[in-house]
């Protein structure tokens, strides 16, 4: 079932409806991680981070794919080509619009993930876009793509960031560090939250106390 998408101003109460979401999760991966005899992320907060959110993206991941559908689709059917960098793409939820019948000119396709716990269900995801060949995970942050990916600058003809700078620590770095990457005429393709136009209204400050508390 998809969460309810409100118009109007509950619209507002989804940063709300997020968190609680998410925080269900918790105890979740908890359980799991007890269950499993797997102990060490419970020593370490951001091992556990990294545990409890590729739970909650592989359960929400697609549902919030519904809501962005129509704008992620057409922006990256029949747009990218080459050798495509694909930044933070949790689960690969958006993967089957890299397969050859909606994107025939993709040659390579670099899924630039941190979080170990997603790899698998990514993996899976691109095995069922029949990418499994040429869909290879690097398995660190987009900030370490120079030093430990191994990406040459000026060897990339298209980045795709869909919902993810909001993810990354300081994205206004990671854009400039990226940009190299790119072969003259290469392509970045970018579906991300962007601030209101209402800035100096209750939306703009709601917008701003909420994305600090779910970071986005
Ligand atoms: C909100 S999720 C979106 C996932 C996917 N793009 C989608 O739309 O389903 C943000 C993703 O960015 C990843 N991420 C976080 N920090 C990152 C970093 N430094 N470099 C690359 N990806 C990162 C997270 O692990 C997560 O998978």
Not at 118 to 147: D, F, P, Q, T, W
């Amino acid at each position: 079932m998809a969460p309810p998408q409100e118009s109007g101003p509950l619209n507002l109460l989804r940063p709300l409806l997020l968190l609680s979401y998410s925080a269900f999760y918790i105890p979740h991966t908890l359980f799991n991680l007890l269950a499993t005899r797997n102990l060490a992320p419970l020593t370490n907060f951001s091992s556990f981070k990294d545990h409890w959110f590729a739970r909650f993206w592989t359960w929400f991941g697609p549902r919030s794919r519904e809501s962005a559908a129509a704008k992620v689709t057409p922006l990256i059917q029949n747009n990218a080509r080459g050798v495509l960098l694909d930044i933070g793409p949790g689960s690969g939820q958006w993967l089957f619009l890299f397969a050859r019948a909606l994107n025939p000119n993709i040659t390579k396709i670099y899924g630039v993930e941190p979080n170990a716990g997603l790899h698998a269900e990514l993996r899976a995801n691109a095995e069922r876009a029949g990418l499994g060949e040429i869909y290879e995970v690097i398995g660190c942050g987009a900030e370490e793509l120079g030093s430990k990916g191994g990406v040459q600058q000026g060897s990339v003809d298209t980045i795709v960031t869909v919902q993810c700078l909001c993810s990354i620590p300081g994205p206004e770095r990671v854009i400039r560090d990226l940009y190299p990457l790119l072969k003259p005429g290469g392509k970045w393709l970018v579906y991300e939250h962007v601030r209101t136009k209402f800035r100096e209204e209750f939306v703009g400050g709601w917008q701003r106390e909420s994305c600090l508390v779910v970071s986005c």
